[in-house]
């Protein structure tokens, strides 16, 4: 928090141009005309300290335009009545917490109302998604698979499996690029059929993948035209497989894992199904822009920041 000047989490007009500098690099860019550095600005205090128009307020001075617009059109914070300095606030605690904060936390932190608090840390959770434009891996790299439970499927009873394990967990699959980024999804079961299309769609074909010995993963080399598959067989107590060029081993993905149990048990007891994704966006984004790879806490909210731009989600009341 001390590299950050603290205002744009008090001062509301410190928070605008906080704002402003991190998604307007190059001036203001009007949201109607995709002008970029022809806009005045008529919001924020004159010489004697009166307000002359609202905060934030520019106008484009392009000839066949001449709208107003501020730095909040088409991001997360456009429609939100909480005042932007809070909203700041809020996506700096949610980056900057390494198990995350629940909307109690921003709740008490923030002075809103619970209602707003967890609207608002949804709506920060969606701007952290990534498009997942390119693959994970690619020649010499190695990205490790693997899944878990987390909660319960909505509306199912909590029965004991055949064989072991629970029924009717949530599952997710988890890839993790060694030195590079995570990225999870909730899936609808551990089938070949379910996780190899997402496995295929994510990973370079010229990657090394390892995973457990799991029988989902029996042949995946062979299913995904992978540069090779090896896996660690954790049933007979095997950790890590030496070998030249890679260890084989699953530490990295289930490293993630431990992060983000633990915020779930910790921060998030409850999460609905429906939102789990989100969840695991805001996990995945703080993985893969975490400390290790030279990201501190300034650049990861600056990153999140500019996330938000593009991302507007609106909640109907009855999915709160
Ligand atoms: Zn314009």
Same mark, same amino acid.
């Given at each position: 928090? +001390? ?18 500098r ?17 806009a ?8 004697d300290g ?5 905060l934030?307020?520019?106008k =484009? ?17 456009e ?17 900057? +917490?390494?198990?995350? =904060? ?20 949804h ?5 952290m ?7 994970l891996?690619?020649l010499? *790299?190695i990205v ?12 199912q009873?909590?029965?004991? *499996? ?40 994510n ?10 010995a799991? +029988?989902?993963? *029996?042949?995946?080399?062979?299913h ?12 007979s ?23 983000f149990k @633990?915020g ?6 409850? =999460?609905?199904? *429906?939102h789990l994704? @989100?969840?695991l ?6 993985? +893969? ?32």
């Amino acid at each position: 928090m +001390s590299v950050i000047a603290k205002r744009p989490f008090s001062d509301e007009e410190a928070a605008f141009e906080y704002l402003e500098r991190t998604l307007w690099p190059d001036g203001p860019v009007c949201p109607h005309c995709g002008t970029i550095g022809r806009a005045t600005k008529l919001g924020g205090r004159k010489g004697d300290g009166k307000r002359q128009a609202r905060l934030g307020l520019w106008k =484009c001075n392009e000839r066949e335009c001449r709208k107003q617009f501020t730095v909040k059109v088409g991001t997360v914070f456009e429609h939100g009545r909480i005042p932007l300095h809070k909203m700041l606030q809020a996506v700096y605690l949610l980056c900057c +917490s390494k198990k995350g =904060c629940s909307s109690h936390q921003l709740h008490r932190i923030l002075q809103i109302t619970y209602k707003s608090a967890w609207f608002l840390s949804h709506r920060i959770r969606e701007a952290m998604r990534s498009g997942h434009l390119t693959p994970l891996g690619g020649l010499g *790299k190695i990205v490790e698979a693997d899944e878990t439970t987390s909660g319960w499927q909505e509306g199912q009873p909590k029965q004991l *499996k055949q064989g072991g394990g629970w029924q009717n967990r949530n599952v997710v699959l988890t890839l993790v690029e060694r030195g590079g980024e995570a990225r999870s999804f909730h899936v609808d079961g551990t089938t070949l059929g379910t996780l190899l299309p997402i496995i295929r769609h994510n990973i370079d074909r010229e990657t090394t993948v390892m995973t457990d010995a799991a +029988s989902w993963y *029996k042949n995946l080399k062979w299913h995904a035209g992978f540069a090779a598959h090896h896996s660690v067989h954790h049933e007979s107590e095997e950790y890590v497989r030496y070998a030249p060029g890679a260890d084989i081993h699953t530490n990295t993905v289930e490293g993630y894992y431990s992060i983000f149990k @633990r915020g779930m048990k910790g921060i998030y007891q409850h =999460c609905g199904e *429906k939102h789990l994704h @989100r969840y695991l966006a805001e996990f995945d984004f703080r993985y +893969s822009n975490r400390v290790a790879l030279g990201i501190d806490d300034v650049e990861r909210y600056d990153r999140a920041l500019r996330g938000m731009v593009g991302k507007r989600l609106t909640y109907r009341a009855a999915d709160c």
